[in-house]
């Protein structure tokens, strides 16, 4: 069965939320209370019109809200095959979500807010890529906490792996945080290879989702791991991006402004929260009102610990 964005509730269906990693990780973070918004501009076309709705429903701030016709808002289309494995269809070019140029992304945009969050899928195309770069280097260069998640790797670029390490290694030197998959891992040189590359490029934190295993976070050289639940942090549910907003809020609601406030404890503390969420929104089949609220994660942590 093929499905695409648009919500449904169908037996078995998985509905990738409106927007990709950053809009879907922006919408958990408002969520959980906490002021959050969307630097892009999206195609003037049925699914753009949804996206910002969708945004705006869920209290996002959609710092570029210009609608633009000539670009043309991408669509997914995950395959359901027998056994729970999916597959991921592009319909339309990948980053048509982003069609800023760099030089719409000021200064001012970025000191708005104490964490900047991207997805790779943001450095498919240019001008997508390069307006990505600009605002992950401002992120960096005013001291934000600047985060990062490696997504559809071998989706992009038509299926060019080499092309989309490349892309994603331009930015690791303005990056923080960094959230992989397992099987991305791979294409970094494995795990031995990501305490040199944390060195090589300054990056504090990486953090491997590893599904229904949980969470393991590579910190300096100290890793810190987090037990699963079922089905935690699968992307295809827009479960990675309940992990990866919850996480980020815990963390903002912790009073971190930048990488000398993360201590071991707090990002402990984050990814069970982080847990959580993916797994709160697994339940609810990964629609976007499965993105769970503060109160929601908190009361099963409450529900665990008690």
Not at 185 to 210: C, H, K, S, W, Y
Not at 276 to 303: D, E, F, R
Request: with cysteine; net charge negative.
């Amino acid at each position: 069965m093929v499905i695409d964005f648009l919500p449904g509730e169908e037996s078995g269906c998985y509905i990738r939320n409106a927007g990709g990693a950053p809009a879907n990780v922006a919408i958990a973070v408002a969520r959980n209370g906490l002021q959050s918004g969307f630097l892009g501009k999206v195609g003037d076309d049925d699914f753009g019109r949804f996206l910002v709705s969708v945004l705006e429903e869920n209290g996002v701030e959609n710092v570029c809200k210009t609608m633009t016709s000539e670009a043309v808002t991408t669509m997914a289309f995950v395959t359901l095959h027998e056994g729970g494995e999916r597959t991921f269809t592009f319909a339309r070019k990948p980053g048509a979500d982003m069609l800023l140029s760099p030089d719409e992304i000021s200064p001012a945009i970025i000191d708005r807010y104490t964490v900047v969050h991207a997805g790779s899928c943001s450095l498919s195309r240019s001008p997508a890529a390069e307006a990505t770069i600009r605002a992950l280097e401002l992120g960096h260069d005013r001291r934000k906490l600047v985060s990062f998640d490696v997504n559809y790797r071998n989706l992009l670029w038509d299926n060019d792996q080499a092309a989309a390490v490349a892309a994603v290694k331009r930015i690791l030197g303005y990056v923080d945080l960094l959230k992989i998959s397992e099987e991305e891992v791979a294409l970094f040189g494995g795990e031995a290879a990501i305490p040199q590359l944390m060195r090589d490029n300054g990056i504090t934190l990486v953090m491997e989702t590893l599904g229904a295993d949980g969470a393991r976070c590579f910190l300096a050289d100290e890793v810190i791991e987090v037990e699963g639940r079922k089905a935690t942090a699968v992307d295809a549910t827009g479960a990675g991006d309940a992990f990866w907003g919850g996480f980020l809020s815990c963390l903002i609601d912790q009073g971190i402004t930048g990488v000398t406030d993360l201590t071991s404890r707090k990002i402990r503390l984050a990814m069970e929260y982080g847990n959580v969420a993916g797994w709160v929104c697994v339940q609810s089949k990964g629609a976007i009102s499965s993105l769970p609220t503060k109160a929601q994660i908190q009361q099963h942590l409450n529900t665990r610990n008690s």
